[in-house]
């Protein structure tokens, strides 16, 4: 599983490494389809009776997806934990927060995945980008992100 990956389950709850102590919404697994009923060749068709024929209801439109308010799921979390990290500017508390490996080594996979073009150094640079790269992401994957968190 990519990192990204990992901090998106973390916040919305989609098998999420946080198990139940997370604050997330899990998908709900979709129904079984229903068997296909079973027929034999022994037994005749039945024969239609005349109806009048009903309008079709239109079928209504889909909800939309629900949103996951990102910062409202990270203050929670940080809340509950007692934490005091920093995770609105900082990738590496950002990670720490949802329990997941901030070293280096993943802060530079979490760089390529997200295509970050410059050196892959740790800096303060390339930290900066990640978390609001993250959060643009987080936003584009069904997040609710203010701007002060992306821009």
């Keep these: 599983m990519s990192i990204f990956s990992?901090?998106?389950?973390?916040?919305?709850?989609?098998?999420?490494?946080?198990g139940s102590g997370?604050?997330?919404?899990?998908?709900?697994d979709a129904p079984a389809p229903a068997p296909a009923?079973?027929?034999?060749?022994?037994?005749?068709?039945?024969?239609?009776?005349?109806?009048?024929?009903?309008p079709t209801p239109q079928a209504a439109p889909a909800a939309p997806a629900?949103?996951?308010?990102?910062?409202?799921?990270?203050?929670?979390?940080?809340s509950?934990?007692?934490?005091d990290l920093n995770w609105r500017t900082s990738i590496v508390d950002l990670m720490k927060l949802l329990d997941l490996d901030s070293s280096l080594d993943n802060r530079k996979e979490l760089a390529t995945?997200?295509?970050?073009?410059?050196?892959?150094?740790?800096?303060?640079?390339?930290?900066?980008?990640?978390?609001?790269a993250v959060m643009?992401?987080?936003?584009?994957n069904g997040g609710t992100v203010p701007a002060n968190l992306k821009d």
């Design 6 to 18: 990992k901090i998106k389950s973390a916040i919305f709850g989609e098998h999420g490494p946080l």
């Design 22 to 28: 997370h604050f997330g919404t899990p998908k709900a």
């Design 37 to 54: 009923p079973q027929t034999t060749a022994a037994q005749p068709a039945p024969t239609p009776t005349p109806t009048t024929a009903a």
């Design 66 to 78: 629900q949103s996951v308010d990102v910062e409202a799921v990270l203050s929670g979390i940080a």
């Design 80 to 83: 509950k934990k007692g934490s």
């Design 113 to 132: 995945e997200l295509g970050y073009t410059g050196a892959k150094d740790g800096s303060a640079e390339m930290n900066m980008w990640l978390i609001k």
């Design 136 to 140: 643009r992401e987080l936003e584009k």
